[in-house]
Nanobody, 127 residues
Framework: QVQVVESGGGLVQPGGSLRLSCAVSGFTLDHHAIGWFRQAPGKEREGVSCISSSDGSTFYVDSLKGRFTISRDNANKNTVYLQMNSLKPEDTAVYYC???????????????????WGQGTQVTVSS
């Protein structure tokens, strides 16, 4: 049974930082990706960043490059982090982690390629 569990959300002031964690278990297929997505109230879920299990290739939505960084635990490649810096109020959203087999790596920012999702963690950026 595949499990995806996010943690690390919370309330942060504008300009602050947060690190989210995603722990994936039970997924045994090769060539999978782990992705971060977010969904603000009234908006569609959007891709934030993703990482390939095979070679650690990373992908970002253009608008967040330079502020957000995805990484994985060296000892356990199924534990992935999202470091978020210089947070803005518009970053407020529920952040989700997802995993699935993604053979074409550059598609890993698309929510539709994932079947396994976590419950999400709320990130609120406010003074």
């Amino acid at each position: 049974q595949v499990q995806v569990v996010e943690s690390g959300g919370g309330l942060v002031q504008p300009g602050g930082s947060l690190r989210l964690s995603c722990a994936v278990s039970g997924f045994t297929l090769d060539h999978h990706a782990i992705g971060w997505f977010r969904q603000a109230p009234g908006k569609e879920r959007e891709g934030v960043s993703c990482i390939s299990s095979s070679d650690g290739s990373t992908f970002y939505v253009d608008s967040l490059k330079g502020r957000f960084t995805i990484s994985r635990d060296n000892a356990n490649k199924n534990t992935v982090y999202l470091q978020m810096n210089s947070l803005k109020p518009e970053d407020t959203a529920v952040y989700y982690c997802a995993t699935d087999m993604v053979e074409i790596k550059r598609l890993c920012l698309l929510p539709t390629v994932y079947d396994y999702w976590g419950q999400g963690t709320q990130v609120t950026v406010s003074s």
